[in-house]
Nanobody, 121 residues
């Protein structure tokens, strides 16, 4: 299974950006897709996850109300819509596949290569 995250770039504070994660290969139907991020000089942290079966979503507190996550099973992609971006959202964003929908990185078996998001004026 290969995951590829794309859609990053530079955005001004208050702006929006949409990241996508494309999965190639076969994963169990019950797998979830999670998004993580790693800011400079910080540990990688969980951002969000979505179940590919029942569409249940979870978000870390710092992005609730600003980020949404959605899936397109036909295209095997998951998107992370990020609105009202803040400088502290600057990080390399990674998508990962695993089970269950959790913030625990060890529960994710497959990882994408990461895409840089920079929020700056």
């Amino acid at each position: 299974v290969q995951l590829q995250a794309f859609g990053g770039g530079l955005v001004v504070p208050g702006g929006s950006m949409r990241l996508s994660c494309a999965a190639n290969g076969n994963t169990p139907d019950y797998y979830v897709i999670g998004w993580f991020r790693q800011a400079p000089r910080k540990e990688r942290e969980w951002v969000s996850c979505i179940s590919m079966v029942d569409n249940i979503t979870y978000f870390t507190d710092s992005v609730k109300g600003r980020f949404t996550i959605s899936r397109d099973n036909a295209k095997n992609t998951v998107s992370l819509q990020m609105n009202n971006l803040k400088p502290e959202d600057t990080a390399v964003y990674y998508c990962a596949a695993g089970y269950p929908c959790t913030s625990t990185q060890a529960m994710y078996d497959y990882w994408g290569q990461g895409t840089q998001v920079t929020v700056s004026s």
